[in-house]
């Protein structure tokens, strides 16, 4: 089907689900008392003084479906509520969390991705030899350790017997400093970027020194996971008969590996996508709040551990966007990947 | 004639975790310049791991374990394959050797055009001409644009590039440059040279509308028109010997009976030898010139095609002649099955189902003899007590 | 080759998977065997709750009464691993045999029938695989109180859509073999067909998936607890014991070590728990999966 239409229908689909997402976490409010839950419509504290007025006026004792109607009528004005955890709009925490996440993010994920997919291919090519037994075991090793463990122990050996070598955190108290002052400019928010934008490198280094713990702790059960999965992928690629004829016609190996072979074995890889982007964001919750890494994932736990329910709501209403904007991509790059599929057509 | 491949005693196992496997078992063939020699036999006989091995692709858990393979790599006699190193073998491979697969299907990559495959071969193995060719190209080009100088410079330094890869295709600036995202676009002239050759290869090949398909993919096509395919990729580089593992036994018969007679065509026509792997002796008689019987991991009959198929000698062969159904005639299987190869019978691996079996045959295997001009057999009943191994 | 010689076999050519079935089997020894070898104080009532040698915060080191120390606010850590290992067992156990059910049937009615049932459960399991699992379950959580069966049916929720659309899938080519229609024309109901002819081939990817789940499970156990939103507080929990030990892994100002047992030593436990069962679900999968086990 064509190109646009696809990318209306996929992108029209994102309402129900989001309205499913939403409402399923609506279901589970109903077990707090409408106090509690008279936090979702206000944004600043003054109002918390008159909670009885809000529970009445956006009827927080009617049927479920009222409600859940006049909360979806607040989103659209911009309100998603007052988050207690951090005393601020709840839209607002998010802008100011989100670059902390993204950072993590950006310096994480093409590891994860680029280390699996060669680790992997390096693996398979090399089926029973020393690097494949070592890359397995350490695959096995990886994706059974939990990840607030490694957190724990690498901060252990890191911080406290190296004496603050890795510190957790986003920045030094000196940097901090440094960032708030008035002559630096938050272009992003993410503190590599801004350092080297605002050409205050001591910024960008101690930043990045403070993000080497974080992103290995959320790197290791990811890679080990791609890993054996490109390991596996690889394997029975490498049976198939065009991998005997690239070798029959004369490639060199690595060009029968690196261009025949492997471009076929990254198609499943595709498939788990999904499951691969639910365990980033769980493991960015986690690592966050063992390194007091003050992005979306520590302020989901905050609000968590702290009943605050409005925050909840918007990190789940984020997730859900961004797993269907990331299933969409990966639909968009199947197609490009395998000339069999046709958009659409995975949707089977 | 001239020999083009000498096969001696050929040893092949495969270490499996059953137990090791003899694949081959001392095979010893020869293979004449522009004959095509079938090469017959039961699943399982060894026939395809002889063509294998021929292009040293046996991978783990097989081995080739003994013997030497003989080929005529440089017009200028034998050099046993076996003991020339990797790259050289490599550059045999797809070039003086070619295989034909048997499943068309799985030969060609799903993610590649036809084009891009069809190319490949191409432009590995025949870099030095096709550079000389795309530089003629680019010198008309020059020629006739001495108005276009805006992009003077650009052919100019193409052509140099062109000029280097023609002095020296496979050297590592090479490789550097096809690898290197911006310098690559200078060697877009190979490719488009290759695509000719590609193209006029297709037509050989009787493809409709080449042009065309060059720009499709595995899956858009029919069986039979992905085996002209991956015929004509086996003919890309005028190879002196073309293997063909049963390249029609997975298709429908009518498009068997096309490919046959292309094949016999192409034979005419480009000279190369062919070795034609298959169980079907009907397509044998057809296209052979030579057949060599194959059972059990070694060869036990040899012969020119009018012959064997008049003249069986072998009991293996005159079963094998004798099974296939004949209009009017009952069809007569063979008694017993083919060997369990972890086990493989002592002496003549035939014995226990040969009718003509004598005491001598448990113990020694026949080795090959001449029995008759241009016939060879592998059998005691010919050979008396004279030649034979212990196994 | 028969069953039993196939998988001794199978074993024989995968050493790691020896070693995983055995450490599951010591894990295994341990739980049952978790009243005798760390027995409860008595008078005390709930097994699960871990005995406190006192209130004070700081951990003390291992010691003869306590084998392996005692963690902030001198919970026995010993205690804690032993009756934990009970805990992660029924956690596990509990949660995919759970989700199988779960799973088996929806996928298998969704995939069956096909049509708008199958839309519909589809965009349900959509809409759950949509909610990154530890936020739904630090939601259901919350909303139903600190316990371990609060996990459990969080870990539920979170954990079914997979199975879900992997027996869909199965049943979707399945279904559409001679065998099947045959069946149908003989007359045979569709539960009957559904439980002899088609699960039987459909079930052996989601065995596999299953075993390799059971670590993953117990991951993310240990995960909710370890944020505070699993069990109650002295919960006989291997994530919660972690949580302890957050203020300590930087020790005091001349051993950055000092309180190491308070993080290594559950971690060691459910490290070694995890392996061994994703070493199992190897095996699983490299038996039951013929392509690769023909090597």
């Known amino acids: 089907m064509e190109f646009r239409t696809y990318l209306i229908r996929r992108l029209l689909l994102l309402i129900p689900v989001l309205i499913g997402v939403t409402f399923l976490i609506f279901l589970l409010l109903q077990f707090f008392s409408p106090a509690q839950r008279a936090m979702l419509y206000i944004h600043s504290p003054q109002q918390m003084r008159n909670l009885d007025l809000i529970i009445a006026k956006y009827g927080l004792n009617q049927p479920i479906w009222k409600q859940y109607w006049t909360w979806l009528l607040q989103i659209f004005h911009g309100n998603l509520g007052w988050s207690t955890v951090v005393g601020m709009p709840v839209t607002k925490a998010f802008a100011s969390f989100l670059p902390a996440t993204l950072e993590l993010a950006i310096f994480a994920t093409p590891l994860i991705i680029f280390t699996g997919i ?190 605050d329910i409005p925050s909840l709501l918007a990190f789940a209403l984020f997730s859900a966007v961004l797993f269907v904007i990331t299933n969409l991509v990966v639909d968009l790059l199947y197609v490009r990947l395998d000339p069999r599929v046709r958009l659409g057509a995975s949707e089977q | ?91 045999v491979r797809g070039s003086q050797i070619a295989m034909v697969f048997q499943e068309p299907g799985s030969a060609l990559n799903p993610v590649f055009t036809i084009g891009d495959q069809l190319t490949e071969g191409i432009m590995l193995h025949r870099r030095h001409e096709i550079a000389g060719l795309a530089i003629d190209t680019l010198d008309r080009r020059l020629a006739d644009e001495k108005t276009a100088g805006f992009f003077k410079p650009g052919l100019v330094t193409t052509r140099q590039v062109l000029r280097i890869v023609k002095a020296n295709p496979k050297s590592r600036l090479v490789r550097f440059i096809q690898r290197t995202p911006l310098a690559r676009r200078t060697l877009n002239g190979l490719r488009a040279e290759a695509d000719k050759i590609a193209i006029a290869m297709m037509r050989e090949v009787e493809i409709p509308d080449a042009a065309r398909i060059m720009k499709h993919y595995p899956h858009e096509l029919s069986g039979g028109m992905k085996q002209r395919v991956v015929i004509a990729m086996a003919l890309c580089n005028n190879s002196k010997l073309i293997i063909a593992d049963e390249p029609t036994t997975s298709l429908d018969v009518t498009i068997q009976v096309q490919i046959v007679e292309l094949l016999k065509k192409l034979k005419l026509e480009f000279k190369s030898s062919l070795l034609y792997i298959t169980h079907n002796l009907g397509v044998a008689a057809e296209i052979c010139d030579r057949v060599a019987v194959m059972y059990a991991g070694n060869i036990y009959e040899v012969a020119g095609v009018v012959d064997i198929f008049k003249n069986p000698l072998h009991p293996y062969t005159q079963v094998l002649m004798a099974a296939v159904p004949k209009p009017g005639e009952e069809p007569r299987a063979i008694g017993g099955s083919v060997p369990d190869a972890l086990a493989l019978p002592s002496g003549c691996r035939f014995h226990p189902r040969c009718s003509q079996a004598m005491d001598i045959c448990s113990q020694i295997c026949p080795k090959l003899a001449e029995i008759a001009p241009g016939h060879y057999v592998a059998c005691h009943l010919f050979q008396g007590e004279q030649s034979g191994t212990a196994h | 080759m028969t069953g039993l010689k196939f998988f001794l076999h199978n074993l024989k050519k995968n050493p790691l998977s020896f070693v995983g079935f055995t450490v599951i089997f010591i894990f295994v020894i341990i739980a049952i065997f978790a009243p005798l070898i760390a027995p409860t104080p008595k008078g005390q009532f709930n097994a699960y709750m871990i005995p406190r040698a006192g209130y004070t915060t700081v951990p003390k080191p291992p010691d003869a009464a306590h084998p392996f120390g005692t963690t902030e606010g001198q919970y026995d850590i010993f205690y804690g691993v032993i009756w934990g290992t009970r805990t992660a067992f029924i956690i596990g156990l509990t949660v995919i045999f759970s989700i199988l059910i779960i799973g088996l049937t929806l996928g298998s009615i969704s995939g069956y029938f096909g049509g708008a049932i199958d839309e519909i459960i589809m965009r349900v399991t959509d809409i759950f695989m949509a909610f990154p699992s530890l936020i739904l379950a630090m939601a259901v959580t919350i909303a139903l109180g600190p316990s371990i069966k609060t996990i459990m049916i969080a870990l539920i929720a979170v954990s079914w859509p997979p199975y879900a659309r992997l027996v869909r899938g199965d049943i979707l080519s399945v279904r559409e073999e001679d065998f099947v229609k045959a069946a149908r024309g003989v007359g045979s109901s569709h539960l009957r067909i559904i439980m002899r002819h088609v699960l039987p081939n459909s079930i052996y990817p989601v065995l596999i998936m299953a075993s390799l789940d059971i670590g993953a499970v117990v991951l993310s156990a240990a995960a909710l607890s370890f944020l505070g939103l699993g069990v109650p507080t002295g919960y006989a929990d291997w994530g919660q014991m972690i949580s302890f030990s957050r203020n300590w892994i930087v020790g005091t100002v001349h051993n950055p070590f000092a309180y190491w047992y308070t993080v290594a030593i559950p971690g060691v436990f459910i490290f070694f728990f995890v392996l061994g069962w994703n070493l199992i679900g190897d095996a699983f999968r490299d038996i039951l999966d013929p392509r690769l086990s023909r090597r």
Not at chain 2, 23 to 39: H, M, Y
């Open chain 1, 118 to 307: 060669f680790l992997g291919t390096k693996a398979a090519a090399n089926k029973d030899k020393l690097i494949d037994h070592i890359t397995r075991i350490a695959a096995i090793v990886g994706w059974s350790l939990p990840t607030f463990w490694l957190g724990l122990l690498l901060l252990m050996v890191f911080y406290g017997f190296f004496s603050g070598f890795l510190p957790p955190e986003r920045l030094g108290n000196a940097m901090d400093a440094v960032i708030h002052s008035s002559s630096f400019i938050r272009y992003t928010g993410m503190n590599t970027i801004d350092g080297i934008l605002n050409w205050k490198w001591d910024v960008t280094l101690d930043a990045l020194r403070h993000l080497v713990l974080p992103v290995i702790t959320l790197t290791v059960i990811n890679t080990a996971f791609i890993m054996r999965l490109m390991r596996s992928s690889m394997l029975e690629t490498l049976g198939k008969g065009y991998v005997l004829t690239a070798r029959a016609k004369g490639l060199p190996e690595s060009d029968v590996i690196n261009k025949h072979a492997r471009r076929n074995a990254m198609i499943p890889i595709l498939t788990i996508s999904g499951y691969l982007f639910a365990s980033i964001v769980n493991g960015v919750v986690i690592t966050e709040s063992i390194f007091d890494f003050k992005g979306l994932g520590w302020w989901a736990w905050e609000a968590a551990v702290n009943l």
């Open chain 2, 1 to 91: 004639m001239a020999e083009l491949v000498r096969i001696n005693n050929l040893n092949v196992r495969f270490h499996t975790y059953e137990g090791v496997v003899q694949a081959l078992d001392g095979v010893n063939l020869t293979i004449f310049q522009e004959e095509t020699l079938g090469l017959v036999g039961e699943t399982g006989s060894g026939k395809t791991v002889t063509g294998l091995s021929i292009l040293r692709l046996i991978m783990p858990p097989g081995k080739i374990e003994g013997g030497e393979i003989f080929f005529d790599v440089h017009g200028n006699g034998l050099v046993d394959l076996l003991k020339i190193s990797e790259p050289e073998m490599r550059d």
